[in-house]
């Protein structure tokens, strides 16, 4: 994808927009994006506040984009995570992802589905009052607590039951003030009511996560994550506090914001195609028979996972990944110049219409091995990809089954009349007005 000086004269820039399909990417980027890949092609480029950016959009490019190793990261993220596993780069980003995988080796996962299945039959325990009375519950917001108890009890060892709220009203504040930095935001700097909130939150933030680092150094030791980023072969870790506090928060995002949504996204879409739930609910009924899953049930149960991952295929954990390319390049028939912001979407790859038949139609057979076999690998990458592909994929999937299976078991959840639902895709994939559903008992 690399090409020299002597070359470029033949290579043209890539086309793009201007006027009217511009004025709509702030109001919404989703359509905004579908419709640049539809009329313009897999390579397109349109003005930003921080420049022109270069939108890719066929698979073999993708692949090319991330697995470039003359290019670096951009994350609108880095002024709330630091130098988190996100947001760092070079042999920092190795040494720490190096220093963390442990925690994310399959015999570390296969323990965790105890502490998976026990929090969520919480959650299932105490939503009975709310299907006795008939009120309606934010998923959203359940699926936010659930995920961050979790995600707390297994890497940090802290069960964050009495935070969990204040924890989360401090990511999405924290999340919607970085939204003005954002490609589509029609300024690159926050505004100064903006930044008071982003600093309220921080520091909300930060009180909890250093008092964790404080208490565990004062505490036990675990063989968890947090353990690993305090203490390497049995010694005080080389990392300062703030180090290890970036990488908390980051798993705060990539730990619990992202399978949060992934699970309301899918509450959402089984709602919405009750033959899809049908055969989700007999699969469960077949295999677990009234029984809660373990980590042995998860491979079996094949229709729960490709409900997941469609869901992911429709509303992926993040709408694009952002890369600076150091160097002059060549995507098909077009030049991009070095020093360019270039972007993928999993987005819009999930719905190439030339990988993906009917792409705006909820149907998790696309996933069959037979199926999923035929395309290549970049059309469909919710974890993102190359040497930067997601730690936590293999827990994440795991968290979704487990959890999925377990509520669907109990309950159906029903959207309540007049909702909305409305994506707020600028950095996850949030629910803007959350996700209010009823439920009603399987087996009254």
């Given amino acids: ?12 820039s890539p086309p793009g927009p201007s006027g009217i399909l511009l004025s709509e990417a702030p109001r919404d980027p989703l359509r905004f994006l579908l419709q640049l890949t539809r009329e313009y092609g897999d390579v397109v480029q349109f003005p930003t506040a921080f420049g022109p950016l270069y939108l890719v959009n066929h698979p073999d490019d993708i692949r090319a984009v991330l697995h470039s190793s003359t290019s670096v990261r951009v994350s609108m993220l880095k002024m709330g995570l630091g130098q988190g596993l996100l947001t760092s780069e070079g042999s920092y980003w190795r040494s720490q992802r190096r220093r963390m995988q442990p925690a994310f080796h399959q ?40 995920t961050l108890r979790i995600i707390g009890k297994a890497l940090l060892g802290v069960d964050f039951a009495s935070k969990a709220d204040s924890i989360s009203k401090a990511i999405a504040t924290m999340l919607e ?16 009511s903006h930044n008071r909130l982003f600093q309220e939150a921080m520091r909300t933030i930060d009180k909890l996560v250093y008092g964790i680092i404080e208490d565990r150094r004062r505490g036990e030791k675990r063989h968890d994550l947090l353990g690993l980023l305090l203490e390497q072969n049995g010694t005080r870790s080389s990392l300062s506090d703030r180090r290890v506090r970036d990488e908390i928060v980051t798993m705060f995002i990539a730990g ?16 919405e195609h009750p033959e899809v739930e049908h055969r989700l609910h007999s699969e469960l009924d077949k295999l677990l028979g009234g029984r809660f899953p373990g980590n042995q049930d998860v491979a079996k149960l094949s229709y729960t996972k490709m409900v997941i991952q469609e869901s992911m295929r429709i509303y992926p954990p993040v709408l694009l990944l952002y890369r ?23 987005y819009t790859a999930h719905r190439h219409p030339g990988f993906w038949e009917e792409p705006d139609r909820f149907d998790p057979e696309r996933f069959t091995f037979e199926g999923h ?22 827990l994440a999937m795991m968290e979704g089954v487990l959890i999925l299976a377990t509520i669907a078991q109990n309950y159906f959840l029903r959207l309540g009349p007049g909702e909305r639902v409305e994506p707020d895709p600028f950095i996850t994939f949030r629910l803007s007005h959350g ?6 008992p399987r087996h009254p």
């Fill in 373 to 394: 076999s035929k395309r290549p690998q970049y059309a469909y990458f919710p974890f993102g990809g190359g040497p930067h592909l997601c730690m936590g994929k293999v």
């Fill in 256 to 271: 619990h914001e992202t399978t949060a949504n992934m699970l309301a996204w899918t509450w959402y879409l089984l709602s």
């Fill in 324 to 346: 600076k390319s150091l160097v002059d390049r060549r995507v098909g028939d077009f030049h991009i110049p070095a020093n360019s912001i270039v972007a993928v979407s999993p």
């Fill in 435 to 440: 996700l209010r559903m009823t439920l009603e």
């Fill in 177 to 192: 003030c970085l939204k003005q930095l954002s490609f589509f935001a029609p300024s690159n700097t926050i505004t100064p």
């Fill in 107 to 146: 015999q570390c996962l296969e323990s965790l589905d105890a502490l998976i299945i026990g929090t969520t039959v919480e959650l299932v325990r105490g939503w009975r009052e709310f299907s006795e009375s008939g009120q309606a519950v934010d998923v959203a917001a359940e699926m936010t607590r659930l």
């Fill in 1 to 12: 994808m690399t090409q020299n000086n002597a070359t470029r004269a033949n290579v043209k």
